[in-house]
């Protein structure tokens, strides 16, 4: 009898030390798995705090082009009308055959109201470009 639980003790023994062997393999594991997903998270962090700055940029680069876009159109708003007024302006002369009307006045001063004309819109045509040239340095 005596005998009989020595071996069962034996037997116990070595089962608690294949459980504790396990347990122990079980751990080395778990450890290397953390420190490889620990690894993988900094990685991954480190590409999303690049992602949201580059994010950042790209939307000040989008807002930028927005307001170029807006300063453009105004741009293109203005001349459009601009090149409005001047064919109304050249109808004028064309239909009054020579009569210069709102420029009739002009030729008493030694004024050409085509160089007039011409002056004008070369002045305006100056300005708009320079205004859209301060608005894109300033953007």
């Known amino acids: 009898r005596i005998m009989a639980n020595r071996q069962s003790a ?3 023994k070595e089962r608690k030390m294949r459980y504790i062997a396990e347990l122990e393999r079980k751990v080395q594991c778990l450890q290397t798995e953390a420190t490889t997903l620990s690894a993988q998270l900094s990685l991954l962090q480190r590409d999303t705090s690049g992602l949201t700055n580059e994010n950042g940029d790209l939307k000040l680069q989008v807002q930028t082009m927005e307001q170029q876009v807006r300063l453009q159109d105004a741009l293109n708003d203005r001349l ?15 239909a ?11 030729s008493s001063y030694g004024v050409n109201p085509q160089s007039y004309q011409r002056s004008q819109m ?18």
């Open 10 to 12: 034996a037997r116990s």
């Open 80 to 94: 459009r009308d601009e090149v409005q007024q001047l064919k109304i302006a050249t109808g004028q002369l064309n």
């Open 96 to 106: 009054n055959n020579g009569n210069l009307g709102n420029f009739g006045g002009l």
């Open 122 to 139: 070369q002045q305006q045509s100056l300005l708009a470009a320079q205004q859209l040239q301060q608005l894109q340095i300033h953007s």
